[in-house]
């Protein structure tokens, strides 16, 4: 571990401290009193603020800074043993940052509810792949992740923070994820539809019941269909949760949003089926409008149950 982690102790206590108020805002933590609407469900939409619109690299430097692309979740394990389970998560807004330097080697990291920048040295770095770059210091890691060129994931995990929910002792494992992406330059108008193809990343389930690792979301393709007035984008995020050997749909994320001029969009999910209402947003990316990403969050909205049942996630398309 290099000088900067004693440095950003400080911005870590201050995290487990808002991840703390998140759980009880969002209810099912800390004996907190439930409540169906969790923080972090704004339509706000994605905004880049880059200091170079060249492709990302997981190898070569770059800085850069994204607003309104956040989700932090919360991962809880019992002291006396157990299976980890979803505690809470929210959509965050506000501005992240990512700097990379390639020699020395540093990656610097900030998120809305940290108050000083987490940095990441040589001595942390543990692997290097086509599509991710991953340091790990103690209980802390980060990992780059770019499945394509124009779209880049940035996940801080902490581990091991010692937490209470309900009347159990026991720790969280917090996660906060950031997107970062390069803007639209392009200014001709969409005459063809475009296509987009990716995975979805999602999180969550019913809080201290669903296990880690059971959700899943196959691959999803997005359309962008050009019109008269207004160009569209459509297309659908499925989530299914396996139990034994039975893969059961738990949640559809559909899209169907006009894009703005600079290609950004925004709406609201209603799932009747699995009883979800949420919000979504996102934006086409790349000079020329090569990549797709979308962020959203939606949770049970039936007002007799009490599972609080929720699922947030991001899609990265190309």
Do not use: W
């Amino acid at each position: 571990m290099d000088g900067n982690h004693v440095i950003r102790k400080i911005g870590l206590l201050l995290g487990v401290a808002a991840l703390g108020a998140l759980v009880t805002s969002c209810g099912g933590g800390n004996g907190s009193t439930p409540t169906p609407t969790p923080t972090g469900t704004s339509t706000a939409t994605p905004t880049p603020t880059p200091t170079t619109a060249a492709p990302f690299s997981l190898t070569a430097d770059f800085a850069t800074n994204g607003t309104n692309t956040g989700i932090i979740v919360a991962y809880f394990t019992p002291a006396a043993g157990g299976t980890e389970t979803f505690n809470d998560g929210a959509r965050v807004n506000g501005t992240s940052a990512i700097a990379f330097v390639a020699s020395p080697d540093s990656a610097t990291f900030s998120f809305p509810d940290l108050r000083d920048p987490v940095v990441f040295g040589a001595a942390d770095f543990v692997s290097l792949s086509a599509t991710e770059r991953r340091y790990v210091a103690g209980d802390e890691a980060l990992t780059l992740f770019l499945p394509f060129q124009e779209v880049l994931q940035v996940s801080y995990q902490i581990d091991n923070q010692a937490f209470t929910r309900g009347t159990v002792d026991g720790t969280l494992r917090s996660e906060r994820l950031a997107i970062f992406f390069n803007p639209v330059t392009t200014t001709d108008d969409i005459t063809t539809a475009l296509t987009y193809t990716g995975q979805a990343r999602v999180e969550g389930g019913e809080p201290g019941t669903t296990a880690t690792g059971v959700l899943s979301s196959p691959q999803a393709t997005f359309t962008v269909t050009p019109g008269a007035t207004e160009d569209r984008i459509t297309g659908t995020i499925t989530v299914f949760e396996t139990a034994g050997a039975v893969q059961t749909q738990v949640a559809t994320i559909t899209i169907d949003a006009a894009l703005s001029s600079a290609g950004g969009f925004s709406g609201t999910i209603t799932d009747a089926a699995n009883k979800l209402t949420g919000q979504y947003a996102g934006t086409v990316a790349g000079a020329n409008r090569d990549e797709l990403l979308i962020v959203f969050s939606a949770v049970d909205n039936n007002a007799t149950d009490t599972d609080l049942t929720e699922f947030l996630g991001s899609f990265i398309g190309s």
